[in-house]
């Protein structure tokens, strides 16, 4: 299994850097999973040659997903994972987002299923995406405070939430 | 509050929120729809009415008291959610799990694709107005939810499987009941079939009903029984092979109609292959030999070495106060379940508790073609398109 994912990443990294040298910026292999390592600028560019190139073809978008690692800087991790259903492999896109400037090009227009992943990615890490055609809230209101999957935002939130014991005196006094 | 922008001119349409209070939305699902007469124009669905932020409480928690609250994202189908996390922290640990619990899990995983459809085809055919099918579904859901409390004590959290393995052996008497379950669903499954394949009412509601074709479906990220009925061949269980499914024989049913009469096809023909899978699995499990991996400090040692063993009690206080630190890195699974690709992804710092825990359900994702199934059809469609879509709000919000 190690093996032939090994051989996967080679051909991917292959694959894109004869393509453009500058769209590889690291190739990881853990567990038997890769990861391109994609520079911000490029990754539509190298999403769409995933899904058009005939060794490639990742077609299907699986999932996308951030991950903070504050108090690192550039401090967002942002994962898409694709999958190639011809040639049953999967490969991991990841592109670096400063906590600055959380802004990144979006994968709408490559892939329409990336529209509600990259939503929940706004909602819940405040990531914007440029091109994208509805970026709304999805999970919380649209009237909700700060984003809740960073790491500085505290398990509880930040409301006080009402005290049910103190409501259970209050309404049983006469 | 979600606002609609109209897409046709403000006089000829207007404006119907369905939902979150409707029985046919299958829980709190909002959809904004845009109506010309009868005829959908737009549709625009509003969801976060559970959002519990199971995602964000994983962090908090080490990674098996995180398993519990796999189990409450996809009520129907725990035991899948407590597999593909299972599944991923045992790559982050790169842990081995005997063969017999393997078979024990497929076992388990198999009969809850069954059961989960049954919730499906029941809570489906009531919205179209087929009652009787509903009472004959859950009637056999009720078999399989006795076996569940048989292995596990419960009917629906089970929480059974575990990092490492199973949480207990297979209770005395499992095979009879077991058994007894195989020797009498094919024919129950013939039985849902004569109620509705060849219903003529049954066809007029789902053939040609919420088509999608597969370069959409696939551009839309679909999976499970709805790109399956679209004519894609894609199912976990065969692509990428976990839990030793690669030892199974089953096959995997397509259609090319790619309405909600096919999606319905396939699901009634899935339990037919579920079944196979079961019997199959069922020959599998030895009556003895391991249930969990063998990994002091990661799985909890058995009740009678701890009485004998210092090891063990150490190992036993650490596993529950501290946890167990895997090494850092990211690792993501998939597995099918009832409703599609279901994955899990994991980003470990090397801490006792994972730094980021984030699951792909396949309702949030299928959802999304839901303005596509809809939008030109006639509102009573809307019903059908949103059950064929098989969706459970508790994996839509998490």
Same mark, same amino acid.
């Given at each position: 299994?190690?093996?032939?994912?090994?051989?996967?990443?080679?051909? !991917?990294?292959?694959?894109?850097?004869?393509?453009?040298?500058? @769209? !590889?910026?690291?190739?990881?292999?853990?567990?038997?999973?890769?990861?391109?390592? !994609?520079?911000?600028? #490029?990754?539509?560019?190298?999403?769409?040659?995933? &899904?058009?190139? @005939?060794?490639?073809?990742?077609?299907? #978008?699986?999932?996308?997903?951030?991950?903070?690692?504050?108090?690192?800087?550039?401090?967002?991790?942002?994962?898409?994972?694709? !999958?190639?259903?011809?040639?049953?492999?999967?490969?991991?896109? &990841?592109?670096?987002?400063?906590?600055?400037?959380?802004?990144?090009?979006?994968?709408?227009?490559?892939?329409?299923?990336?529209?509600?992943?990259?939503?929940?990615?706004?909602?819940?890490?405040?990531?914007?995406?440029?091109?994208?055609?509805?970026?709304?809230?999805?999970?919380?209101?649209?009237?909700?405070?700060?984003?809740? #999957?960073?790491?500085?935002?505290?398990?509880?939130?930040?409301?006080?939430?009402?005290?049910?014991?103190?409501?259970?005196?209050?309404?049983?006094?006469? | 509050? /979600?606002?609609?922008?109209?897409?046709?001119?403000?006089?000829?349409?207007?404006?119907?929120?369905?939902?979150?209070?409707?029985?046919?939305?299958?829980?709190?699902?909002?959809?904004?729809? =845009?109506?010309?007469?009868?005829?959908?124009?737009?549709?625009?669905?509003?969801?976060?009415?559970?959002?519990?932020?199971?995602?964000?409480?994983?962090?908090?928690?080490?990674?098996?008291?995180?398993?519990?609250?796999?189990?409450?994202?996809?009520?129907?189908?725990?035991?899948?959610?407590?597999?593909?996390?299972?599944?991923?922290?045992?790559?982050?640990?790169?842990?081995?799990?005997?063969?017999?619990?393997?078979? $024990?899990?497929?076992?388990?995983?198999?009969?809850?694709?069954?059961?989960?459809?049954?919730?499906?085809?029941?809570?489906?055919?009531?919205?179209?107005?087929?009652?009787?099918?509903?009472?004959?579904?859950?009637?056999?859901?009720?078999?399989?939810?006795?076996?569940?409390?048989? *292995?596990?004590?419960?009917?629906?959290?089970?929480?059974?499987?575990?990092?490492?393995?199973?949480?207990?052996?297979?209770?005395?008497?499992?095979?009879?009941?077991?058994?007894?379950?195989?020797?009498?669903? +094919?024919?129950?499954?013939?039985?849902?079939?004569?109620?509705?394949?060849?219903?003529? $009412?049954?066809?007029?509601?789902?053939?040609?009903?919420?088509?999608?074709?597969?370069?959409?479906?696939?551009?839309?990220?679909?999976?499970? +029984?709805?790109?399956?009925?679209?004519?894609?061949?894609?199912?976990?269980?065969?692509?990428?092979?976990?839990?030793?499914?690669? =030892?199974?024989?089953?096959?995997? +049913?397509?259609? /090319?109609?790619?309405?909600?009469?096919?999606?319905?096809?396939?699901?009634?023909?899935?339990?037919?292959?579920?079944?196979?899978?079961?019997?199959?699995?069922?020959?599998?499990?030895?009556?003895?030999?391991?249930?969990?991996?063998?990994?002091?400090?990661?799985?909890?040692?058995?009740?009678?070495?701890?009485?004998?063993?210092?090891?063990?009690?150490?190992?036993?206080?650490?596993?529950? /106060?501290?946890?167990?630190?895997?090494?850092?890195?990211?690792?993501?699974?998939?597995?099918?379940?009832?409703?599609?690709?279901?994955?899990? *992804?994991?980003?470990?710092?090397?801490? +006792?508790?994972?730094?980021?825990?984030?699951?792909?359900?396949?309702?949030? $994702?299928?959802?999304?073609?839901?303005?596509?199934?809809?939008?030109?059809?006639?509102?009573?469609?809307?019903?059908?398109?949103?059950?064929?879509?098989?969706?459970?709000?508790?994996?839509?919000?998490?």
């Amino acid at each position: 299994m190690t093996e032939s994912s090994s051989k996967n990443a080679n051909v !991917v990294a292959e694959c894109l850097r004869s393509w453009n040298a500058k @769209a !590889v910026a690291e190739v990881i292999e853990f567990r038997g999973e890769t990861t391109i390592v !994609v520079p911000r600028e #490029l990754l539509r560019a190298t999403a769409e040659r995933c &899904r058009e190139d @005939a060794k490639l073809q990742y077609n299907f #978008l699986t999932d996308a997903t951030c991950v903070d690692r504050t108090p690192a800087e550039p401090r967002f991790e942002l994962n898409y994972h694709l !999958v190639s259903i011809p040639r049953r492999e999967k490969v991991r896109l &990841r592109v670096w987002v400063s906590g600055n400037d959380p802004v990144v090009d979006s994968l709408v227009p490559v892939w329409p299923g990336a529209n509600w992943l990259e939503r929940e990615v706004f909602d819940l890490f405040g990531i914007r995406f440029t091109g994208h055609p509805d970026l709304r809230r999805i999970l919380l209101p649209d009237d909700w405070e700060g984003h809740p #999957l960073r790491r500085d935002y505290p398990v509880e939130g930040y409301r006080d939430v009402p005290n049910t014991g103190e409501l259970f005196r209050k309404s049983s006094t006469p | 509050m /979600t606002t609609v922008e109209t897409a046709v001119g403000t006089a000829k349409t207007m404006v119907l929120n369905m939902g979150p209070q409707h029985p046919s939305t299958h829980g709190v699902l909002r959809i904004l729809l =845009e109506l010309d007469g009868e005829t959908v124009v737009k549709a625009v669905p509003d969801l976060g009415y559970l959002h519990t932020g199971i995602e964000k409480s994983c962090e908090d928690k080490t990674y098996s008291q995180a398993i519990t609250l796999t189990d409450r994202m996809d009520y129907l189908n725990p035991l899948g959610n407590n597999l593909v996390y299972c599944l991923a922290v045992e790559k982050l640990l790169e842990l081995e799990v005997p063969k017999r619990a393997q078979y $024990i899990r497929v076992m388990m995983v198999e009969l809850q694709r069954i059961s989960s459809h049954l919730v499906w085809l029941g809570t489906h055919a009531i919205d179209l107005g087929a009652m009787s099918v509903f009472l004959y579904c859950f009637r056999e859901r009720e078999e399989i939810l006795k076996i569940f409390e048989l *292995f596990t004590g419960q009917r629906m959290m089970t929480s059974y499987i575990r990092i490492g393995g199973v949480a207990l052996d297979p209770p005395a008497g499992w095979r009879q009941a077991v058994e007894r379950f195989l020797k009498m669903m +094919p024919s129950r499954v013939d039985e849902y079939e004569t109620l509705l394949t060849e219903n003529r $009412i049954w066809i007029g509601r789902t053939k040609g009903i919420g088509y999608i074709s597969v370069e959409d479906a696939i551009a839309l990220s679909m999976s499970g +029984p709805t790109i399956r009925a679209a004519g894609v061949a894609y199912d976990n269980r065969k692509a990428f092979p976990y839990s030793s499914y690669e =030892e199974f024989n089953f096959d995997v +049913p397509t259609r /090319t109609e790619s309405d909600c009469y096919a999606r319905y096809l396939i699901r009634v023909a899935e339990m037919r292959e579920s079944l196979k899978i079961v019997r199959q699995a069922f020959g599998k499990i030895k009556d003895e030999g391991p249930i969990k991996a063998e990994a002091p400090g990661i799985i909890p040692p058995q009740r009678e070495k701890m009485k004998t063993e210092m090891e063990a009690l150490i190992y036993h206080f650490k596993i529950f /106060t501290e946890g167990f630190s895997p090494a850092p890195g990211e690792v993501f699974v998939t597995v099918e379940s009832p409703r599609g690709e279901l994955g899990c *992804f994991i980003a470990s710092d090397g801490s +006792p508790k994972p730094l980021r825990v984030h699951f792909r359900g396949p309702s949030y $994702i299928n959802l999304q073609a839901l303005p596509k199934l809809i939008e030109g059809q006639l509102i009573s469609d809307v019903i059908a398109c949103i059950g064929t879509i098989d969706i459970v709000l508790g994996e839509v919000d998490r």
